[in-house]
């Protein structure tokens, strides 16, 4: 502002004595008047900030006691997946806790059953969960209703009632619910139909607990002062250790028989050759090494030579004279979808295809089952309860997978009448099949959202269920007899005419009816032998049980029920009686030293009838029509008195000690074989003092392609086989597959073997130049091996920087 400016403003105000009325600045006056006014403005705007906070902070005092006098609905589970897929679909004014399995159990430290008092159990809060007991204690408190959601099996029958039991909440009322799946409709539909907890199934599951208490706390301490300390003994793993015992038993006993066949290849005009088996002689050949020419023709001796003498002979009798044949058989063969999954045949499979144990099978399922991020979907349940023994679906769920099989396949692969499958006689169907939620989960589309095992493991289980309702497929098959005077030889072939449920599965233990082709043959047609070639045989001891063929016996003997085969598999391995070697279980030392004492003091325990028989009795009280007391009563009694007699009559029981040629590196002693649960190991026998260990190497013969040492089996951290130079470290050839002792007909190298998950074999040249190596499909899973190996090495080295 200039100086005229301000004097022109002085004069319009008048003089400063006629404004403020004293000798004072005009300008100076305005300011004060101006603050004044600013700081009452601010002052009113503080008041009524505070005002309002107070309004608001009244207003969640009130909202927080209304919600503490009127908590809603709490609804337990067992555990946090679960709660968060689960909490999703309820909604507001639901909360969903997860009580992390049981609350309560019988003491770790004691017996916990009063025997003299009808068997009365001693239940104690589980160590360590003490706050969480106090946390879900004051949710209860607040709720208005309490839902108590654990699974719907005798298990969770008896979580819920220990829930009952620790928030007050009567376990008659319509207090529980149960759902076969987690998907919105289903928990839905739950909570509209609550209802009390079933006894019967509590009180089957108590019975079930007692029992094994009563086996492993009075029969333990017998093996400790008998046997070696740490040893426990169990109701229904004894019994499998035995039958373990028995089927490597029958393996030593064998012995095995050579035989031969006789391969036919033959031709008919120009079209390709074909094989065929010689099937039978004039005469007893193996008697005569001869064969009369008046046999009437399509009759004779089954082909039974047993040395390679006889087995040439027969092979130059099939080359002499002329084959015709003799018979054509047409026919068509269907082969019907298998049901939807059981538990027992999804460990089964999961096995045989997968390679999964049955404990990583049941792992991978119930993470299926509780509930999977999809994205913007949220967490969702993607397949039904997995322990189960039921075939059954609902009406629903078949007829989505009509829908879904006509639209994407066409209405010709859909039956008729939807496909029923009937039970087992020992099947209680509690629970629907082991099934996808919902047929439009398909694997592939949501694949990003899954890990590779619940992937493989969903898309198992989604195909089966698929296929399950689909028609059969069809083979066209075609069967003839061929003749060479007293000579008969037999070849098949079939065809795929249309895949039917192929179109979405193959069974695993048929991988698909494959094609063999025949040519076009009439009865009468001549036939030119290309060759026969004599091929050696031996008859091979049957097989160890793996984690398919074991649970495959369990349930056909009755024992166990689907939510105890991968326990029983995990207990036996854990206690050291049994080994996984190469995915068969091997008995220890250590295992048939306890089964032959067990079987001659306690025959019951290890008697797969009377097991059986137990089973069901368990489920004759989980029905209502057997009181757990009796049952607790009728075994404890002989029981106790076998207990009695055995601690007489056993002394202590040596278990025999395999002396190696190796010295220990330590302390010189003679190292010993031991057994471990990933098989058999050196150790030095001056444990304490010394716990020096090796692993015990088995000496293929074969020798190291690299240098001159010879291969031998070793065994992985995890248990598994693989095969190594015996001059390790200094030579550093190592490999998963086994070595073969024939040498590549090409070049000479060393032949590997490579086993497929689905059983297949697969031979290759070790040496990558060799010819018989370009194109071979082993290239490929080389390739992923070393891949997989080298993200090992360079997670380890970034791990130690």
């Not at 089964?595 to 001659?600: I, K, R, S, T």
Request: with cysteine; hydrophobic share 35%; aromatic share 8%.
């Amino acid at each position: 502002m200039s100086k005229v400016q301000a004097e022109a403003e002085i004069k319009e105000a008048g003089s400063p004595v006629e404004a403020a009325g004293e000798k004072k600045p005009v300008k100076a006056a305005a300011k004060k008047a101006a603050a004044k006014k600013t700081a009452a403005t601010k002052t009113a705007a503080k008041k009524t900030t505070a005002a309002k906070t107070a309004a608001k902070k009244t207003a969640a005092k009130k909202t927080r006691a209304k919600k503490e006098e009127k908590g809603g609905t709490l609804v337990l589970v067992e555990s946090p997946t679960k709660a968060k897929t689960i909490e999703r679909y309820l909604g507001k004014g639901y909360t969903v806790r997860a009580s992390m399995g049981h609350l309560r159990d019988l003491p770790k430290s004691q017996f916990g059953i009063d025997v003299e008092n009808n068997f009365e159990p001693k239940y104690i809060n589980i160590r360590g969960k003490g706050d969480l007991i106090k946390a879900l204690k004051k949710e209860a408190a607040k709720a208005d209703k309490v839902y108590l959601a654990s699974d719907p099996d005798r298990e969770g029958e008896a979580i819920a009632w220990h829930l009952a039991h620790l928030f007050d909440i009567d376990a008659a009322s319509p207090c529980r619910i149960v759902f076969n799946e987690i998907t919105k409709p289903a928990i839905q539909a739950a909570i509209k139909e609550p209802h009390p907890i079933n006894i019967d199934r509590v009180d089957a599951q108590q019975a079930r607990r007692m029992l094994d208490r009563i086996v492993g706390y009075k029969l333990s301490p017998l093996l400790w002062r008998k046997v070696r300390k740490g040893l426990s003994a169990g109701r229904v793993q004894s019994v499998t250790v035995k039958l373990i015992c028995d089927r490597e038993k029958a393996i030593q006993a064998f012995v095995s028989q050579e035989y031969w066949t006789i391969d036919l290849k033959l031709k008919k005009g120009k079209s390709n050759q074909f094989g065929a088996d010689l099937v039978a002689m004039g005469e007893d050949f193996s008697r005569t090494g001869e064969m009369a020419d008046d046999m009437p023709p399509i009759k004779g001796y089954k082909l039974d030579i047993h040395n390679q003498q006889d087995a040439e002979r027969a092979a130059a009798l099939a080359a002499e004279g002329t084959w015709s044949v003799a018979e054509v058989k047409k026919r068509q063969r269907s082969r019907k979808a298998a049901a939807p999954f059981t538990t027992s045949s999804l460990q089964q499979d999961a096995a045989r295809k997968l390679g999964f144990t049955s404990r990583k099978t049941m792992m991978v399922a119930q993470q299926l089952y509780e509930g999977i991020d999809l994205g913007r979907k949220g967490p969702s349940g993607l397949i039904t309860y997995m322990r189960t023994d039921s075939t059954r679906i609902s009406e629903v769920a078949q007829a989505e997978a009509k829908e879904y099989i006509i639209d994407h396949f066409g209405q010709e692969y859909y039956p008729e009448k939807a496909n029923v499958y009937s039970a087992s006689k020992k099947s209680q169907d509690a629970h629907e099949a082991i099934r996808p939620t919902s047929v439009g989960f398909v694997p592939e589309e949501i694949e990003k959202y899954l890990n590779k095992d619940q992937f493989r493991l969903y898309q198992l289980i989604w195909q089966r269920f698929v296929a399950s309702q689909m028609v059969p497929a069809v083979f066209d098959t075609l069967s003839v007899k061929l003749q060479n005077g007293g000579l008969q030889a037999a070849a098949s072939g079939s065809q795929l005419k249309f895949p039917g449920f192929q179109a979405v599965y193959i069974m695993a233990d048929n991988e698909g009816d494959k094609d063999m082709s025949l040519p076009e043959l009439a009865e009468g047609d001549e036939l030119r032998l290309m060759k026969a070639v004599p091929k050696q045989h031996f008859t091979e001891p049957p097989p160890r049980y793996n984690d398919a063929s074991l649970v495959k016996l369990l349930e056909e003997k009755g024992i166990g029920r689907p939510s105890t085969y991968a326990p029983i598999i995990e207990t036996i391995l854990a206690r050291g009686y049994v080994s996984r070697i190469s995915k068969a279980f091997q008995p220890t030392e250590l295992g048939f030293v306890v089964v032959d004492l067990l079987e001659e003091y306690f025959k019951d325990i290890v008697d797969e009838k009377f097991t059986a028989t137990m089973e069901s009795r368990l489920d004759g009280i989980a029905g209502g029509e057997l009181g757990y007391q009796k049952l607790l009563g009728d075994f404890y009694t002989p029981f106790a008195e076998e207990l009695a007699k055995a601690d007489e009559a056993i002394g202590h029981v040596e278990l025999p000690v395999e002396v190696s040629d190796v010295p220990c590196d330590l302390c010189g002693r003679m190292m010993v074989v031991k057994q471990g649960r990933f098989g058999k190991f050196l150790a030095c026998p001056g444990f304490p003092e010394c716990r020096n260990t090796k692993p015990l190497l088995k000496d293929t013969g074969i020798k190291c392609p690299k240098c001159d040492g010879t291969i031998v089996e070793r065994k992985s951290r995890r248990g598994k086989n693989f095969y190594g130079c015996k001059n390790y470290p200094e030579c550093d050839f190592v490999t998963w597959d086994v070595p073969l002792e024939e040498k590549c007909p090409k070049c000479g190298s060393l032949q590997l073997k490579h086993v497929y998950r689905n059983g297949r074999v697969l031979p290759y040249c070790s040496n990558d130049a060799c010819e018989t190596r370009i194109n071979h499909p082993i290239n490929k899973e080389l390739a992923k091996q070393r891949e997989k190996a080298a993200k090992a090495k360079e997670s380890a080295e970034s791990a130690s920087e």
